[in-house]
């Protein structure tokens, strides 16, 4: 039903995809596999019509059957491709968040979906929104109908977008990362969502995913992408029990590296580092749509110096709420929370200052922890000038002696945020942490956007940094499989209250609880 053949598209007469050629037939799911930057998301949006204005498309030919006849989609001129999307073609999106009108009900949203590209017309439009929410498998459908985005959880809201995808009867669906900011239980239920829905509906859909492992799960056949070229495509079996290509080799080991590795064991101090002592944390209903509710119960736990600590659990657990808590960035409400045998809320003056050197905490998104405005250089040497570490020069120094250990060049002092990878971003505000020679690094969700080759360099640059600066980690993700091969010790959070904690090779080799249990389950792993 679609057959691209030569497609080349460059950007500014650099040719970032080149000489693409696949065909994909009726009821097919075809995976586009690679990492960032290897031309999967630059292919689709081809495809699409949606191209920046910088985007050209050089040479080739798709064409797509449609009701209508066949249409070569790169011939057509905007209008026509605008008639297509959301009919023949429909698009889902990594972050629905930012694919929702925060400003509208999403009921609505599907409503306008309806309204384009059917023939249906007053409360008829209404229905087949519900029909649409209830297909996608979500409990109360009209409750959802008439939910903001931000009252719906992130498996939710990516549920919402693909009814909206689904509303005009689409024969191609195009899911670029849809599942890549949800947890693993989530993830697990919106891959089998997509195959019914293929199943059901009969349409052929394109899964584009840096993770190898999760379109094992979901494709029938895959094509590997590097570099804008194909290198290898076949059917799931064929790459993953006999992968010819070096690039697919190295893609299939980080991953097994990852879902094999399971976190060694540490040799404890009796005296913790940091305790938490039944600490509960509450957010007030503070406007007219967020209602108050208890994010954090009674939750007890020690970390100890050297150690790497995981904290794992589905979205809204309280993983990152804890791990704001410690930074002194989210109050508690009751409990204790102690650094070095003394309350954190007892800290003052010169003690409060030393603290907020000794614990730093990197984010899950670099990009928007940097400020576009500063180059890496200013970055980097804020803080140290801000807790008169020293002079500017030995600032400067320090910086490019960070850069080194981080392997990035000298030279990146002068350039900005945007002219990096995220993989070089992340290891940017890693440095940044490090600047203040911290005891301590909070990891909130570091690499959950990172391709698996880049994740994989990561951990090893974690495990490189945590020897040479002798660093303790509360390493926060809801990837298991990251967590399961660079954890010493585990707590496991479920709805604000730990289900179990323990060695990483006990949590996974022998879990005690249901949920521990559903969530190892639902770990991607590559199937042949």
């Not at 598209?9 to 080149?18: D, I």
């Not at 009900?105 to 008829?124: F, M, N, P, S, Y």
């Not at 005296?271 to 957010?283: G, M, N, Q, R």
Request: net charge positive; aromatic share 6%; proline share 4%.
């Amino acid at each position: 039903m679609l057959k691209v053949s030569g497609l080349t598209v460059s950007f500014g007469g650099k040719k970032v995809v080149s000489d693409v050629s696949f065909n994909l037939n009726q009821g097919e799911i075809l995976g586009f596999v690679g990492e960032s930057g290897s031309g999967k998301s630059i292919t689709a949006l081809a495809l699409m019509g949606l191209l920046p204005p910088n985007a050209i498309v050089e040479q080739g030919k798709a064409i797509l059957e449609t009701e209508s006849g066949s249409i070569d989609v790169f011939k057509i001129d905007s209008r026509q491709h605008q008639k297509l999307r959301g009919g023949a073609m429909a698009m889902i999106f990594q972050e629905p968040q930012t694919s929702l009108n925060p400003s509208m009900r999403c009921g609505k949203q599907i409503d306008e979906a309806v309204l384009l590209h059917t023939t249906l017309r007053g409360k008829a439009i209404r229905e087949r929104s519900i029909e649409l929410l209830t297909e996608m498998q979500l409990p109360n459908p009209e409750k959802i109908y008439n939910s903001f985005p931000h009252q719906l959880s992130g498996g939710q809201k990516q549920r919402v977008m693909i009814a909206i995808a689904l509303a005009g009867n689409p024969k191609l669906l195009i899911a670029d990362e849809p599942t890549t900011a949800l947890d693993v239980t989530v993830q697990k239920e919106i891959l089998k969502l997509l195959r019914d829905i293929r199943d059901q509906r009969d349409i052929s859909i394109i899964f584009i995913s840096h993770d190898l492992a999760v379109v094992s799960e979901v494709a029938d056949n895959i094509m590997v992408m590097k570099q804008g070229e194909i290198v290898e495509k076949g059917t799931v079996l064929d790459i993953f029990s006999n992968p010819k290509h070096p690039y697919t080799k190295n893609l299939i080991g980080f991953r097994q590296k990852l879902n094999n590795l399971i976190g060694l064991s540490h040799t404890y101090k009796t005296t913790p580092l940091i305790s938490f002592k039944s600490v509960s944390i509450e957010y007030a209903s503070n406007s007219w749509f967020r209602e108050g509710f208890r994010a954090v119960k009674d939750v007890s736990f020690d970390i100890f110096e050297g150690e790497t600590l995981g904290l794992v659990g589905e979205s809204g657990s309280g993983k990152s709420t804890i791990g704001r808590a410690l930074l002194g960035l989210t109050s508690i409400k009751s409990g204790q929370i102690r650094y070095k045998g003394l309350s954190i809320d007892t800290l003052k003056g010169k003690d409060r200052l030393r603290f907020c050197r000794e614990v730093q905490i990197v984010f899950q998104d670099p990009y928007s922890s940097l400020n576009p405005r500063l180059t890496i250089g200013q970055a980097l040497m804020e803080p140290i000038i801000y807790h008169r570490l020293g002079t500017l020069k030995q600032a400067r120094r320090r910086v490019i002696e960070l850069l080194d250990v981080m392997q990035l060049a000298a030279n990146s002092i002068n350039r900005y945020p945007h002219e990096f990878s995220g993989g070089q971003r992340q290891r940017i505000v890693i440095a940044r942490a490090l600047a203040l020679n911290p005891k301590v690094l909070v990891c909130d969700e570091i690499l959950s956007a990172l391709d698996v080759s880049t994740q994989a360099q990561m951990i090893d640059l974690l495990i490189r940094l945590k020897e040479e600066f002798n660093l303790t980690y509360l390493f926060i993700s809801h990837d298991l499989s990251i967590v399961k091969s660079f954890c010493n010790r585990v707590v496991v959070l479920n709805k604000g209250m730990i289900e179990e904690q323990g060695l990483a090779q006990d949590v996974f080799g022998k879990p005690q609880s249901i949920y521990t249990q559903k969530l190892i389950d639902s770990i991607p792993a590559i199937s042949t």
